[in-house]
């Protein structure tokens, strides 16, 4: 397996489609005073997209981005890049960082350094990890999938090869989102591999059993059930489009920057602790590197394709079934919706379970300290 440097380089020409698709935006109307009730504030997306087209600047989002080490290897046909950032102390343990929709591996930037170099940020040396943070096929620069079947659990075997072509024999997971799926698939069917699980999210297609011989579900269960149920029916809207329709879905947003910027950023208004002011958490820049990596990089639809595409093997588990590595569970508060740990405990082996005092969804981005400070104290005593 070849394994290659990779600098990102957006050309020119298409930075320069992107601002004129901007300046021709055709508008919807607006009911007056609607503010967020029909969806997006359009006056809010005004103000963003002509931020995006008169201000904004990828070449200095390139520039922080080109100051990690990246790289592209083609594992079992499929076209994978990743950061591979070693660590600096005595003795770094693998871990590999995997992202969600709709992030991507800019998510992981500003907790990089946390575990790479802890020295340097107040903590101790001893806990450093060498972080590899690989984008999922169809996300960011790695190919996007030409075929049917690119699930969690394909994501998982190729990921089990990359890390077999940096040479590392065991490694750590953690993920959020889609990530907290591969990364679950990837501990379920390699546990020999794995030193332990650290997840910020529960995936949304697990199941534990619950058949005869099970426990009976206790009243926060049913509760966390019932509460699923009534999110996905007020904002699951997007996930059920993009699991039965991402086609149809991506010939709109393929073609319109501002279509793209506000299906996006909705998602971070709606899911980080923000209060519903997006910019209290996120800067316009912050914002905008997120949707200008899908725009540069043609991945929406390929993005969303894993909505349709892993519900066909969820991660349900049969009678015996478990995750039996270490898990280390850290519960952001404006995660939702997340189960109760009895829930999670039925299939996961769980060793820490931390409550956050503030965060939501985009927990690396949000609040990279709260979760680098959990990863650290997690695996310090599974290091050998």
């Known amino acids: 397996m070849s394994i290659e440097r990779f600098q990102v380089a957006v050309p020119e020409a298409v930075l320069d489609d992107l601002r004129q698709r901007l300046e021709r935006t ?8 609607a503010g967020w009730d029909y969806g997006f504030n359009l006056g809010y997306l005004q103000e963003l997209t002509d931020y995006w087209r008169t201000r904004f ?3 200095a989002q390139e520039r922080r981005i080109n100051s990690f080490p990246h790289f592209r290897a083609t594992v079992d046909g499929a076209g994978i890049h990743f950061i591979h950032a070693r660590g600096l102390g005595p003795d770094p343990a693998p871990l590999v960082l995997t992202h969600g929709w709709p992030g991507s591996f800019l998510e992981m930037l500003d907790i990089l350094p946390l575990l790479t170099d802890p020295a340097a940020h107040g903590a101790d040396a001893t806990d450093s990890f060498d972080v590899i943070v690989p984008s999922i096929p169809g996300f960011g620069f790695s190919d ?16 089990l090869g990359l890390m077999d072509a940096l040479g590392y024999r ?32 529960i995936p949304g297609s697990y199941r534990p059993y619950l058949g005869p011989g099970s426990p009976p579900l206790t009243p926060a269960e049913q509760k966390s059930l019932q509460d699923d149920d009534a999110w996905y029916d007020a904002d699951g809207a997007y996930a059920h489009v993009q699991r039965t329709r991402p086609q149809t879905l991506a010939v709109a947003i393929h073609d319109s920057p501002a279509g793209l910027c506000a299906w996006l950023v909705e998602k971070y208004r709606e899911w980080a ?13 912050e914002l905008l590197a997120h949707v200008t990596l899908y725009w540069v990089t043609e991945t929406f639809h390929a993005s969303t394709r894993l909505y ?11 009678p015996g079934e478990r995750i039996t590595v270490p898990v280390g569970i850290a519960r952001f508060p404006l995660e939702a919706p997340f189960p109760p740990r009895e829930w999670v405990e039925r299939a996961y082996n769980i060793v820490r379970w931390t409550e956050m005092p503030r965060g939501g969804h985009f927990a690396a981005l949000e609040e990279p300290q709260l979760l680098a400070e959990d990863i650290r104290a997690f695996f310090r005593p599974l290091r050998q």
């Open 144 to 159: 996007r999938p030409a075929a049917p079947g690119m699930d969690t659990f394909r994501v998982a075997d190729l990921w």
């Open 57 to 59: 600047d990828w070449r």
């Open 308 to 318: 349709l595409e892993s519900p066909k093997r969820p991660l349900h588990f049969g």
């Open 26 to 33: 055709r508008w919807p109307d607006e009911i007056p005073g």
């Open 273 to 285: 602790d923000c209060g519903g002011e997006v910019e209290r958490r996120f800067s316009k820049d």
């Open 170 to 201: 065991r490694f750590g997971l953690q993920g959020g989102d889609f990530g907290a799926n591969v990364s679950s698939r990837l501990a379920f069917l390699h546990p020999e591999r794995v030193i332990g699980l650290h997840l910020n999210y």
